[in-house]
């Protein structure tokens, strides 16, 4: 998965439409409040400027910097 966080609104990367579907029905509001943001699309690929490898979080990203 991947994020793009674009002032009040975001876009979510997801590799199937399975966990496209299972987010838009039991995460979305939840995910708006812990972001702060008003829109969240969720989408099914990887981003467009990322490349394949990038769209996996990382120990240090989801540590919150401490790895």
Same mark, same amino acid.
């Given at each position: 998965?991947? =994020?793009?966080?674009?002032?009040?609104?975001?876009?979510?990367?997801? %590799?199937?439409?399975?966990?496209?579907?299972? =987010?838009?029905?039991?995460?979305?509001?939840?995910?708006?409040?812990?972001? #702060? =943001?008003?829109?969240?699309?969720?989408?099914? #690929?990887? %981003? %467009?400027?990322?490349?394949?490898?990038?769209?996996?979080?990382?120990?240090?990203?989801?540590? #919150?910097?401490?790895?």
């Amino acid at each position: 998965m991947a =994020i793009e966080l674009d002032g009040g609104s975001a876009v979510l990367w997801v %590799p199937n439409a399975f966990q496209r579907d299972w =987010i838009d029905a039991r995460l979305t509001d939840r995910l708006k409040s812990a972001l #702060g =943001i008003y829109s969240l699309e969720v989408r099914v #690929g990887a %981003p %467009p400027a990322m490349s394949p490898a990038r769209t996996r979080p990382t120990l240090h990203a989801v540590a #919150g910097g401490r790895a």
